[in-house]
């Protein structure tokens, strides 16, 4: 490992390893505080997400909708920009790394994590909305939103003045988060997508998805709003439904699939990369990281864009954000999880060819018990007919993190390689002096290549056109996902800096998507863990101090029933259009 990598692995096992421990396996202090705030707020909202479920599908279509409520956009558009930011690579690569590392029970803690989710989403963004900041009427910036809301408003305004350094706090950090999280690891899942499918150099993707993101974000919420109020219903549509075609073409396979799910979740057995040899505390780690990865509950970025929407009762749309949990986890993450579990292409090996160059490229090392774990590479391994030295002790060629057990000269597999592998140099030197920049072995993909390889097997009986649904959603993902980030970000900045820290935020964070599609998926995906960890713990500590204030608006929505006159706004508002339209001209 580089002294890079050596960092952020450190900075890894402090946010997500640190905590009391049980049997000499830590409980990271992250997931207590994290699932721990869900049970809690769940339990005093009295299983809010269950009861007003069905409100939230009501609100969100927009029948109480009144146009003369203050905000930027509808309860619809703000639903979209969050779930543009939630549905995205998280439900395709991310469920595909929890599976690889965590083993297939990590799903059923995604699950977990998701429905208490749904209380925490509903209760920090009815927050958003009560404290949120009005843009004056004559303020210049108008273009880039009248409102501005997020955990900072309500930690500084709810919890009081001297709560403000935590506030700030907040802000620094998401908006750092939002470098990594929501851009990225958007960026880099695009840029491994299109080399491996089309040879595509990481810097040219960068750059064409940078420069689209960087003409809608100029835009403003207005256009942000827009384009993923489009974008995300399509996206979802498309991804959804070639899942569902999948599983029903497997439909045999579903029940050892879920039994899966269910048997590994509290007795695993191992994650494809070793790393869950019995370790239930490992695959429950993985799941309520990449849930949180993939819904964001709790983590303070989804109330800055329901902040924005267009309405005076917190409350509702509080009930629509309690929708995203739901939709991003328990559907389309478990649409994702279902097709990698029924193809069988979790734990399958693969003919690929291994760039020695490559961040995928890593090295193992097995102990006395089987189980293999990262390690420095040596200075040279020795390679006899494809085979190197095994069991413990030795250091092997891994990609993904799993030990490839024969390697090739040749991507027909026709000829093994002697010699020895040069980790420092990058390459393979063959019995009598020939060097290999890359090699060729069965592997074991992961990611969204993981997810590609399940849509392709899935629907190979209908043509070998599978892996471009994945193309296609990698990359409206990733692009929804970008976009709706950078407003989390910018109203940081706005928060911190004013009006003149935006335009210089979202010129950082163009970069910075170039950036990381230049990076390994490794170090990438283990910053934007990182940032996670540490961003929520300010927002988890309001929400449990203000939970009664949301109680008490809560009671209060529901006693007042103030959708039933929003409906009566909305439909005289319509009738005074269609009378406009009926009128004569001239």
Known sequence: MNVFERIVSALESAVWSFGPSVGGEPIPLVIILLLGTGVFLTLRLQFIQVRRLRHGFAVTSGRYD???????VSHFQA????????????????????????GPGAIFWMWITAFLGMATKYTEVTLAQHYRDIVPADDASRKQGTVAGGPMYYIERGLGSRWKPLAVFFAVLLGITAFFTGNAVQA??????????????????????SAVIGMVILGGIGRIGRVTGVL????AAVYVLGALLIIVMNIHQLPDALGLIFREAFNPSAGVAGTGTGAFLLTLMWGVRRGLFSNEAGQGSAPIAHSAAKT???????VVALLEP???????????ALVILTTGVWNARTPTELDLAAGDIGYVQQDEAGAFSAADPPEEIPIVDGLAQTGPGATQLAWHDVAVERL???????????GRLEPARQRAVAVGGREYAALYGDAVENG?????LGFQRGLAPLGDWGGYIVILSVLLFAVSTAIAWSYYGDRCAYYLFGQKGVIPYKAVFVAMHFVGATLALTTVWTLGDVFLGIVILPNLLAMAFLSGKVREMTIGYFKRRPWVKNYEARERSLEEKRGKKREPRG
């Open 66 to 72: 009144d146009p003369n409520e203050p905000g930027d």
């Open 79 to 102: 639903l979209t920009t969050a779930l543009s930011a939630t549905v995205g690579i998280g439900n395709i690569a991310g469920v595909a790394i929890a599976i690889h590392w965590g």
């Open 188 to 209: 880099n899942t695009v840029a491994d997508v299109m080399s491996s499918e089309f040879g595509v150099a990481a810097w040219v993707t960068g750059i064409v998805t």
């Open 232 to 235: 995300a219903p399509v996206m």
């Open 312 to 318: 005076d009762e917190p409350v509702s749309e509080g």
């Open 326 to 336: 739901f939709i991003d986890t328990i559907v389309i993450c478990t649409m994702t």
């Open 408 to 418: 090739f000269v040749d991507a027909e597999h026709t000829a093994p390689f002697t």
């Open 448 to 452: 969204a290549p993981m997810t590609q």
